[in-house]
């Protein structure tokens, strides 16, 4: 089907998906770039591709096609692609994605979509078993956060909008222990010992953790810094701590 007029349903649905109100209604977001959607794996429900010309030829169970000019005025980025798929968010089940050992992030309210992008990309790359994002954090499904993923949405358990105060009692009736980053800690986190299962808490780029999280914590850390720096940016520090933890639960499996 060729679409030329911005006033089509297809098209409306997609400029409407730009609102984080209308993603939660509809359970979709939106996916744009070669790449990334030649990358979303079969078990991701895609609802449909637009295109141009340029990519008539794709693959797809239902495939739109539209002009340069109405794909350049609906995309989230400069110079479009001129591909984008919508699919169907995944509702992950808390108890499900605690089952496996290993390593868990959590986000409090972290609201840079290019960290919270960074931290996703991150831990997926080194092998975690889910993100928690509490509520007032960054939405993942926002064009932003899914373009700094670089597919990796795609391929790391997510559960959003969690009240961690709550989640923080379901960890510890697992046993999982909860780490939280505070400048004020005495441990260092090379100083400290991590085995089985995990869970960090990543706090706000400018108020970092809430203090009632901080209060129930198993116990807070801090990455010691040998330069005039008193601080890191948060996907950084979080970067930082992945590589960290997951190398010393990978050398004690």
């Excluded at 400029?15 to 979303?40: C, H, M, P, W």
Aim: proline fraction near 2%; glycine fraction near 4%.
């Amino acid at each position: 089907m060729f679409i030329e007029s911005v006033h089509n349903a297809v098209i409306k649905l997609i400029v409407s998906l730009k609102e984080k109100k209308n993603r939660d209604e509809r359970a979709l977001f939106v996916v744009e770039g070669f790449k990334q959607v030649t990358e979303i794996p079969e078990d991701w429900n895609v609802k449909f591709i637009l295109t141009t010309k340029k990519y008539q030829d794709f693959k797809a169970e239902e495939v739109y096609i539209t002009t340069d000019k109405i794909f350049k005025k609906i995309s989230g980025t400069k110079t479009p692609q001129e591909i984008l798929a919508v699919v169907e968010k995944k509702n992950n089940a808390m108890e499900k994605v605690l089952s496996d050992k290993g390593l868990f992030i959590i986000t409090d309210t972290l609201q840079d979509p290019g960290n919270m992008g960074t931290i996703i990309r991150t831990a997926e790359a080194f092998g975690a078993k889910g993100i928690f994002v509490s509520k007032n954090s960054a939405d993942v499904y926002s064009d932003k956060v899914v373009r700094a993923t670089m597919g990796a949405i795609f391929n790391i358990p997510i559960i959003c909008e969690c009240d961690v105060m709550s989640l923080i009692q379901i960890l510890k009736q697992k046993q999982i222990k909860t780490y939280a980053f505070s400048l004020d800690a005495k441990t260092g986190l090379t100083d400290t010992e991590f085995s089985n299962s995990v869970a960090i808490i990543i706090g706000n780029e400018s108020k970092g953790i809430s203090k009632n999280i901080l209060d129930v914590v198993d116990s807070k850390v801090k990455i010691d810094m040998t330069g005039k720096s008193q601080s890191l940016n948060a996907s950084v520090a979080c970067s930082i701590a992945i590589y960290e933890i997951s190398k010393q639960l990978n050398r004690n499996k």
